[in-house]
Structure formats: structure tokens, C-alpha cells
């Protein structure tokens, strides 16, 4: 629908400062503005608590970590929008605010980044792979036991820059953020998704507005991938209902297909890699949260014998 001319025509989208972060914004307005042009929609950044600190470990941070400084600007009505990268979302929606719509998604996998070799394979003895990810770190320990996880943080510029010099052999990256940011040449492999199952909501674009919103709702409304969002809520509610995440390394990727047939794959792990349970579920995408919350309850024996179970080195 068209606006009265006296409604105010400019909306304001927040985000991150990175430079991916403005990217991927930048693909989401551009889509607003093809659906609604005689609307302007002006970006504005917020810092959060995982950017402004770069050294401690995110599951030392906790939950949300690059959402609060973008929310904080929602709810204080400074903006009308935000966009996230999904992944980065916690499963439990902040009062007052709500998932408008889920416009994009690029490939979920994760992808490997090499010094010395091309592929997980070739890489030798005792390399170290530089990761901030408890998930990634498990699924790569479990298929190479002898791999030294090496924390690392900062954007991929930054851990990239890393890896040419010479403080890991290896990185493990988003195959997303490659894309987007025009670096998917650098790659040297694309971990498949029963090698290094994905984080849930990984690739994913989502825009949040305020529930009482009714203006910003239907804006998104028209925006809104009926496809990504079944697939997206298929695998928050996996993590929700699994706990994953919070006490296991844990990931899930979910895919529609013809017919409205929804896949979704899951794992959890110890966080040493020596333990780890995959299982796969399916089901109607009508239905995302029935099918992700199905995965949950097959994985919930694996995790909580793994949670159990002693660790190495214990």
C-alpha cells in the first residue's frame, strides 16, 4: 500500500559498525527500497559489548553480545529497524521487540581458510586452526584429533591478516561473510554439513522492529522470505528447545523443498570432539518449530550424556 504524503517517509536502520555488518544491512535496505520507494531509509551504527571488546572469549561474554547496543536504540524508538546477522540473535525474543522479517540467506556452511595446505586433509600434524567457535572447534577436533584449536577474535579482516601471518595455519570462517565482503576467492574449503554442521540461523539476515510497530510490520511484511523464515525458526527452535548452545557446543541447518518438505540437521559435541551426536529430522514447513523442536527431543539423550561424560584431560 502507498502512505498518506503526510506519514513520516524515513525510516532509520540501525546496525553494527563493521564492515560486513554494513554490508549485509546495505543488501536488506536495498530490497526495502525496491518494494517501497517512495520510502528513505537511512543507516545509522551502534557499538555493542562483542565489539568493543576483542579479547575476551564470546562464550565468556555470554548471549547477545553483538544485539544489546543495537537494541537498546530500538526500544529507545531512535530508529525503526534493525538488522542482524541471525545467528547472533538469542532465541529468546527481547520483550517489546519482534523478528519482522527474514529477507536473505547466503550458503550456512562453514569453510576453512589455509596457510599451509588446501583442505582440513592436508593440513599437518598438531596445526593450528585459529576459531572463536566452541561448535566449529568440536566438529574439527572429532574428524582430527590432533588439530590445536587457537582462539582468535576480530573481524575477518583482522583474523584473516592472522593467518598470512603466520599466528595459525588455518581459519575457520563463515562462508557467508566471504561472500559478502567479495573474499570467497581466499577460501580453501567448504566444510560440508555432516562434517561441520553449522550454527543455527549462520547466513541469515533478519530485521527487527518493535511489536507495537504496526508501520514497520507491514513494510517488512513485503520483504519477508517465507522459505528462510520457516528454516530459520526450525533451527532457533532446535536450539531453544535443545538448550544447545549454552552448556554444548551445538549447531543446525534447516532446508525447505519442494513440496513444503522442511530437512533439518543438528549436532551436539563435547567440547574435545571425542563424543558427538548428529541426527536428522524432517517434516511440513508449516510447521518449522514442530520440526526443529522433533530434532531437539532425538539429540536430548546424546547431550545429556555428554554432558555426563568426563572430559579430556579431566
Same mark, same amino acid.
Given at each position: 500500500?502507498?502512505?498518506?504524503?503526510?506519514?513520516?517517509?524515513?525510516?532509520?536502520?540501525?546496525?553494527?559498525?563493521?564492515?560486513?555488518?554494513?554490508?549485509?544491512?546495505?543488501?536488506? %535496505?536495498?530490497?526495502?527500497?525496491?518494494?517501497?520507494?517512495?520510502?528513505?531509509?537511512?543507516? %545509522?551504527?551502534?557499538?555493542?559489548? #562483542?565489539?568493543?571488546?576483542?579479547?575476551?572469549?564470546?562464550?565468556? $561474554?555470554?548471549?547477545?553480545?553483538?544485539?544489546? !547496543?543495537?537494541?537498546?536504540?530500538?526500544?529507545?524508538?531512535?530508529?525503526?529497524? =534493525?538488522?542482524?546477522?541471525?545467528?547472533?540473535?538469542?532465541?529468546?525474543?527481547?520483550?517489546? $521487540?519482534?523478528?519482522?522479517?527474514?529477507?536473505?540467506? =547466503?550458503?550456512?556452511?562453514?569453510?576453512?581458510?589455509?596457510?599451509?595446505?588446501?583442505?582440513?586433509?592436508? &593440513?599437518?600434524?598438531?596445526?593450528? %586452526?585459529?576459531? !572463536?567457535?566452541?561448535?566449529?572447534?568440536?566438529?574439527? $577436533?572429532? &574428524?582430527?584429533?590432533? &588439530?590445536?584449536?587457537?582462539?582468535?577474535? #576480530?573481524?575477518? /579482516?583482522?583474523?584473516?591478516?592472522?593467518?598470512?601471518?603466520?599466528?595459525? /595455519?588455518? *581459519?575457520?570462517?563463515?562462508?557467508?561473510?566471504?561472500?559478502?565482503?567479495?573474499?570467497?576467492?581466499? *577460501?580453501?574449503?567448504?566444510?560440508?554439513?555432516? @562434517?561441520?554442521?553449522?550454527?543455527?540461523?549462520?547466513?541469515?539476515?533478519?530485521?527487527?522492529?518493535?511489536?507495537?510497530? /504496526?508501520?514497520?510490520? @507491514?513494510?517488512?511484511?513485503?520483504?519477508?522470505?517465507?522459505?528462510?523464515?520457516?528454516?530459520? &525458526?526450525?533451527?532457533?527452535?532446535?536450539?531453544?528447545?535443545?538448550?544447545?548452545?549454552?552448556? $554444548?557446543?551445538?549447531?543446525?541447518?534447516?532446508?525447505?523443498?519442494?513440496?513444503?518438505?522442511?530437512?533439518?540437521? !543438528? %549436532?551436539?559435541?563435547?567440547? /574435545?570432539?571425542?563424543?558427538?551426536?548428529?541426527?536428522?529430522?524432517?517434516?511440513?514447513?508449516?510447521?518449522?518449530?514442530?520440526?526443529?523442536?522433533?530434532?531437539?527431543?532425538?539429540?536430548?539423550? =546424546?547431550?545429556? =550424556?555428554?554432558?555426563?561424560?568426563?572430559?579430556?584431560?579431566?
Amino acid at each position: 500500500m502507498a502512505y498518506p504524503s503526510e506519514r513520516p517517509t524515513t525510516l532509520r536502520v540501525v546496525t553494527r559498525g563493521s564492515q560486513l555488518a554494513l554490508i549485509q544491512t546495505g543488501m536488506v %535496505v536495498d530490497l526495502l527500497a525496491a518494494r517501497w520507494p517512495d520510502f528513505r531509509f537511512d543507516i %545509522v551504527t551502534a557499538s555493542t559489548p #562483542g565489539d568493543r571488546d576483542k579479547q575476551t572469549p564470546l562464550t565468556t $561474554l555470554g548471549q547477545g553480545v553483538f544485539v544489546k !547496543g543495537v537494541e537498546e536504540q530500538l526500544l529507545d524508538r531512535r530508529v525503526d529497524l =534493525a538488522v542482524h546477522s541471525l545467528k547472533d540473535v538469542p532465541t529468546a525474543e527481547t520483550p517489546g $521487540l519482534t523478528l519482522g522479517a527474514f529477507p536473505l540467506r =547466503a550458503d550456512a556452511r562453514d569453510g576453512l581458510v589455509c596457510r599451509v595446505g588446501r583442505n582440513l586433509a592436508s &593440513l599437518p600434524v598438531g596445526a593450528r %586452526v585459529g576459531t !572463536g567457535s566452541p561448535r566449529r572447534a568440536a566438529q574439527l $577436533l572429532a &574428524l582430527r584429533d590432533d &588439530l590445536q584449536m587457537t582462539p582468535i577474535r #576480530g573481524n575477518l /579482516d583482522t583474523r584473516l591478516r592472522k593467518v598470512r601471518d603466520g599466528e595459525v /595455519d588455518a *581459519l575457520t570462517v563463515a562462508i557467508a561473510g566471504m561472500e559478502r565482503l567479495g573474499r570467497l576467492g581466499e *577460501l580453501d574449503q567448504a566444510l560440508e554439513i555432516d @562434517e561441520c554442521t553449522p550454527a543455527a540461523g549462520q547466513g541469515t539476515l533478519v530485521v527487527q522492529c518493535r511489536s507495537d510497530d /504496526d508501520r514497520a510490520l @507491514e513494510i517488512l511484511a513485503a520483504v519477508d522470505a517465507p522459505t528462510i523464515r520457516a528454516e530459520s &525458526l526450525a533451527e532457533r527452535a532446535f536450539l531453544g528447545q535443545s538448550g544447545g548452545g549454552c552448556q $554444548l557446543p551445538a549447531g543446525a541447518v534447516a532446508r525447505v523443498f519442494d513440496g513444503g518438505r522442511l530437512e533439518i540437521v !543438528g %549436532v551436539v559435541a563435547s567440547a /574435545d570432539g571425542r563424543r558427538l551426536a548428529r541426527e536428522h529430522a524432517s517434516g511440513t514447513a508449516n510447521d518449522p518449530k514442530a520440526v526443529g523442536g522433533a530434532l531437539a527431543e532425538s539429540l536430548m539423550p =546424546a547431550a545429556r =550424556a555428554l554432558l555426563g561424560s568426563p572430559q579430556r584431560g579431566a
